[in-house]
T-cell receptor, first 114, second 113 residues
Framework: AQSVTQPDIHITVSEGASLELRCNYS??????LFWYVQSPGQGLQLLLKYFSGDTLVQGIKGFEAEFKRSQSSFNLRKPSVHWSDAAEYFC????????????FGAGTRLAVHP | DVKVTQSSRYLVKRTGEKVFLECVQD?????MFWYRQDPGLGLRLIYFSYDVKMKEKGDIPEGYSVSREKKERFSLILESASTNQTSMYLC????????????FGDGTRLSIL
């Protein structure tokens, strides 16, 4: 079955520290990959996406993600976290089939200490 | 920018009521989606629509129905609300193009008492 796993439910980092949020998916082919961020009480905002080409993709707010086919992973990174990055982050995957349906991971809640 | 508007940010209803959640998008998107979001479960797809009057069940359609009479509007209906439908509901839209992301509204936090 197609699935998306975000192993870390909660992560706490200090402001200025680096960040990596993990995402793994189960699928034979290369899917379309997305990272979204959700601030408290808000909807989801697209951070970045990967479809093909360069496996390191840049997004908004200084985030980047790297697609690793051999590990079926699409981890999100930021070199220096700001207090405003505290939010919930969702990895989403579009598998085969129509209608641009997505499967979401359970999310990782990020807390940032001053 | 794409704008997806959900009619209510917060809604409180009573058990057994018929509840309507409305969603409107302004980008002429073909596909629209309704999700519910619960802690630890991420987003789960309730229903989606790929054209006017067309709909497909998602992963958790029980207790819900939808309506899409116009391309820009997608309504979620709780036929007889129950307390286990207390949740955050998110609407999204996208085009038919395979490489396009979904765009989300701000969500409706629904409480069923």
């Amino acid at each position: 079955a197609q699935s998306v796993t975000q192993p870390d439910i909660h992560i706490t980092v200090s402001e200025g520290a680096s960040l990596e949020l993990r995402c793994n998916y189960s699928y034979g082919a290369t899917p379309y990959l997305f990272w979204y961020v959700q601030s408290p009480g808000q909807g989801l905002q697209l951070l970045l996406k990967y479809f093909s080409g360069d496996t390191l993709v840049q997004g908004i707010k200084g985030f980047e993600a790297e697609f690793k086919r051999s590990q079926s992973s699409f981890n999100l990174r930021k070199p220096s976290v700001h207090w405003s990055d505290a939010a919930e982050y969702f990895c989403a995957v579009r598998f085969s089939g129509g209608y641009n349906k997505l499967i979401f991971g359970a999310g990782t809640r990020l807390a940032v200490h001053p | 920018d794409v704008k997806v508007t959900q009619s209510s940010r917060y809604l409180v209803k009573r058990t057994g009521e018929k509840v309507f959640l409305e969603c409107v998008q302004d980008m002429d998107h073909e596909n629209m989606f309704w999700y519910r979001q619960d802690p630890g479960l991420g987003l789960r797809l309730i229903y989606f629509s790929y054209d006017v009057k067309m709909k497909e069940k998602g992963d958790i359609p029980e207790g819900y129905s939808v309506s899409r009479e116009k391309k820009e509007r997608f309504s979620l209906i709780l036929e007889s609300a129950s307390t286990n439908q207390t949740s955050m509901y998110l609407c999204a839209s996208t085009t038919q193009q395979r490489n396009q992301p979904q765009h989300f509204g701000d969500g409706t936090r629904l409480s069923i008492l």
